[in-house]
């Protein structure tokens, strides 16, 4: 493995004005509507937006089984972009290892860009790279790219429906 680290990187455009997208990252109740994986809406949520505060968050399954993770922020630079460390977390808050994936890297350095695409829409960027990640997480990461691909993809088509029915009304 070469000196670089592996990056996730997926650009979207959103139909909507970057203070808009910008607030629906950046306010709980607002994640609460799009955020996760399709089929496991967030189910309970707390935010501190603000450099060293968090957001930590609980995904749930119509069958009941219940993930936790946690951004912990680096950076809040309304409205262009956020930085964060993500985790997978307990109910307490305290880091843990993937639930299925017991190899995946404890933390993810997030970057959030917001980019202003014409008028009334905006480019969102997401970059994420392990940090502190040893050879078999870095592996498990890179095996994982594609899979992040389709998952976040689905997230952001979430976040699109959300943002469209914002801006309808």
Known sequence: MTDKLPEFVLSRTFSAPRNT???AWTDADQMKQWWGP???????????????????????????????GKFLYREVAAPERLVFISTFSNKAGEVTRH??????????????????EGTGHTKV???????????LELATFVTGLEGMRMAWTATLD????????????
Do not use: I
Request: aromatic content about 12%; overall charge negative.
């Open 125 to 135: 960027t997401l970059r994420g790279v392990p940090e502190n990640a040893d050879a």
């Open 21 to 23: 997208v910008f607030k």
């Open 158 to 169: 979430q976040l699109d429906a959300f943002l469209a029915a914002q801006t309808k009304g």
């Open 38 to 68: 399709k089929g496991f809406p967030v189910s309970t949520a707390t935010m501190d937006l603000k450099p060293g505060g968090s957001y930590h968050y609980a995904l749930r399954s119509a069958e009941g089984f219940e993930m936790w």
């Open 99 to 116: 639930p299925m994936v017991p190899t995946w890297p404890l933390h993810t350095l997030s970057t959030v860009t917001f980019a202003e």
